[in-house]
């Protein structure tokens, strides 16, 4: 147990993981923003809306993290487009889990969202509490890959 909790300590409660956490909720809520405006006043639909709030929202996490969190000595497009692939994957990854989790939650637990529709919400939000230091670890890496700082021997 105390193995678990050093692992914590040292990698989560850390004031880079805390500004990560932060621009996180700053993505989602420019997300949520871009999302609205393009599907209600612009109606351009559902796939579409969330495609450029995604788009929106990854460009902004982009920059911020590099800016705040991460800071490589070097940025080009390679980092830029690697990090975006890492965005995309985890797009991908949480909406299955959130699709099994949304399945599970009304076919298992028999949990009506008609009762609460902020019920609804639960297994989006599952699927991304559960990527979210996989997404760390993985930003990280990749901004220590790319930032062509690194000594080659």
Known sequence: MNKIWNFIKKHFLTKKFLTFGIIGVANTGIHMLVYYIFY??????????????????????????????????????????????????????????????????????????EASSLLSLLAPFLASALLIPIAYFALDWVFKKTDGSEEKE
Do not use: C, E, H
Request: net charge positive; glycine share 2%.
């Open 40 to 113: 209600n006043p612009l109606d351009i639909g559902p796939f579409w809306s969330n495609t450029l709030a995604f788009i929106t929202a990854s460009v902004f996490s982009y920059f911020a993290n590099a800016i705040f969190t991460f800071k490589p000595k070097k940025k080009s497009t390679v980092q830029f487009s690697v990090v975006m692939v890492v965005y995309l994957t985890r797009l991908l990854i949480s909406s299955s889990l959130a699709s099994l989790f949304d399945s599970m939650f009304i076919n298992w637990f028999k949990i009506d969202y």
